[in-house]
């Protein structure tokens, strides 16, 4: 006699991602793992009376979303300071500080997320701008992609910056010509003790700056402030249909602090948590990285990779690209590490059996990133290591058939695309060449290469919401040229939010899937996203979130 199910989902159009059996109507869940998928009749059969059933309506059914690059402490924060989201222009801006200051009286730092770049009218602030819209307490400002900030005096007097300071290589904190700081920080090294002076004493982007733990140790209550705050940002990323997060910085601290919050039965999502290498760390340290492999091991957190920087972002001109900028032919960007020291890096590592994953945006940040890859499979030979390269955002033509051959993955976010319809338009003659658009974000070109690509947020740099990332894979705007826009099917779309992230954290066989045996992570959606206009699929939204047989999340 069939075991009665803990929990059936009937009445779905249910996408499997399993190719030899790829679509069903019902799923049923017992024990924390899918005990069978099939025709609704015979699923309902499998329901006893302390069964849940849940009926999907003919809405579209899924493996969780995995979203393969996160920020969770950072992503988690986020959704407590002030958002700017949308905010454009000196009257907006003075209005969003002012409101939030009088609302926070107490915050020690007023800190913006999400501020655009030329966010007054094209301009960037000064401390001075700044200065004349809050002079009194400390103002900052960081950008969508967490590697630029901007700051008022007060700030930086508070941060010890206003004079200037020793910085990591690949960090700025720039001067203006009468010899104190502007308030325009590149790169974590320039703008992490600015950070440190917010309300969480910046222990959520340690993991991001340093890599380290809090020195001195984080006190009771801060532990517990600090759990409470990732909890928090575990249930919103459960309300999107997320079942699984790679974070893409860590430390030890974190892997505690959620380690604490799974004992209490508060973790929504599985974690992966890295070890974050920086170019000042003696190599070394990379026994940690080892040791934190060792200790975390489970399904629900764990770790096994080692994360880099090679670059940093197009906007502040700190990617590291091959020719100098259209707009700045003598700026060619920001090497985190020099090209022999990374790849000592990635010999160690890989001897070490630790997955990569670097951070790399411009196309010599891609290449330098690809030659690591290629000297540590020349030092310890071929495996099946899954090295990742984060974002792409330009490559050359000639190192995208590099990807696939030396065994490495595409790991690639569509919203942060200027036609994804999120960000705005690159300009011609600014960032870009007219002849780099064509291989800029170039999901389907590297796709057809036969590499494996891996689709993911990056939170919170976007929104850790799926759909809106998937439709703008599926149906990204289309400026004209030079731009070669060329579009994701929703399938392949799919795999690479389900299947495929799934695979790259060598996790085949166990999730990722809607099979019998695999872990039951499952999202019910509000619709049937097959039957929706590729440019609405933004709109879609979960219903119902499953991870391991246990509802995360219920609209």
Same mark, same amino acid.
């Given at each position: ?206 993991? /991001? ?287 690479? /939010? ?58």
């Amino acid at each position: 006699m069939a075991q009665q199910a803990d929990m059936v989902i009937l009445n779905g159009r249910v996408l499997t991602m399993d190719d030899s059996s790829p679509r069903a109507e019902a799923v049923a869940i017992a024990g924390g793992l899918i005990q069978a998928v099939g025709d609704t009749a015979d699923i309902r059969a499998l329901a006893g009376p302390g069964t849940q059933v849940v009926d999907a309506g003919g809405a579209t059914v899924l493996p969780g979303f995995i979203d393969s690059h996160v920020h969770l402490f950072q992503g988690a924060a986020s959704l407590e300071f002030m958002s700017l989201d949308g905010v454009y222009g000196l009257a907006a801006l003075r209005e969003a500080i002012n409101k939030y200051a009088a609302e926070n009286p107490q915050e020690p730092l007023i800190l913006g997320m999400g501020t655009s770049y030329g966010i007054l009218d094209g301009v960037e602030p000064t401390r001075h701008d700044l200065d004349a819209i809050l002079a009194d307490r400390p103002v900052a400002l960081l950008a969508p992609d967490i590697h630029t900030v901007w700051a008022n005096t007060k700030a930086l007097e508070r941060a010890g910056l206003l004079h200037g300071a020793k910085v990591a290589e690949g960090s700025t904190i720039v001067m203006g010509s009468d010899g104190k700081a502007t308030g325009l920080l590149l790169e974590t090294g320039a703008f992490g003790p600015v950070i440190n002076l917010s309300k969480t004493g910046g222990r959520d982007m340690l993991g /991001y700056v340093t890599g380290n733990d809090p020195e001195p140790p984080a006190t009771a209550a801060e532990r517990a402030a600090d759990r409470a705050l990732i909890t928090r940002g575990l249930k919103h990323a459960a309300s999107k249909g997320v079942t699984t997060m790679h974070n893409m910085d860590g430390n030890f601290y974190q892997l505690e602090l959620l380690t604490e919050i799974d004992a209490a039965g508060d973790l929504a999502a599985r974690m992966q948590v890295p070890f974050h290498l920086k170019n000042f760390d003696p190599l070394d340290r990379l026994e940690e990285a080892a040791e934190m492999k060792r200790k975390y091991t489970g399904d629900r957190i764990w770790s096994g990779v080692v994360k880099m920087f090679m670059d940093g972002v197009i906007d502040a001109r700190t990617a590291l690209m091959i020719r100098g900028y259209p707009d700045a032919p003598d700026v060619t960007g920001d090497a985190v590490f020099e090209p022999e020291h990374f790849n000592e890096a990635c010999r160690r590592i890989d001897a070490l059996g630790l997955q990569i994953c670097v951070h790399a945006i411009g196309d010599l940040a891609v290449r330098r990133t690809l030659d690591g890859y290629q000297a540590a499979r020349e030092a310890n030979g071929a495996r099946d290591s899954r090295h990742r390269l984060e974002h792409i955002e330009v490559i050359t033509p000639e190192d995208i058939p590099r990807i696939s051959a030396l065994g490495a993955v595409a790991s690639m976010q569509p919203l942060h695309s200027a036609v994804g319809g999120h960000f705005g338009p690159i300009p011609q003659g600014t960032i870009l060449h007219d002849d780099q658009y064509p291989y800029a974000f170039a999901w389907q070109r590297i796709r057809d290469s036969g590499a494996p690509l891996t689709f993911s947020t990056d939170w919170p740099v976007v929104p850790v919401d799926v759909m809106p990332s998937i439709q703008a894979a599926v149906a990204p705007v289309d400026p004209g040229a030079p731009w070669d826009v060329r579009p994701q099917s929703l399938m392949d779309t799919l795999a690479s /939010y389900t299947r495929d992230n799934a695979w790259v954290e060598f996790s085949e066989g166990s999730k990722g899937q809607l099979v019998p045996g695999q872990l039951g992570d499952v999202v019910v959606m509000d619709r049937d996203i097959e039957a929706m206009a590729p440019g609405e699929l933004g709109m879609a939204k979960p219903l119902l979130t499953i991870c391991g047989g246990q509802v995360t999340y219920s609209a």
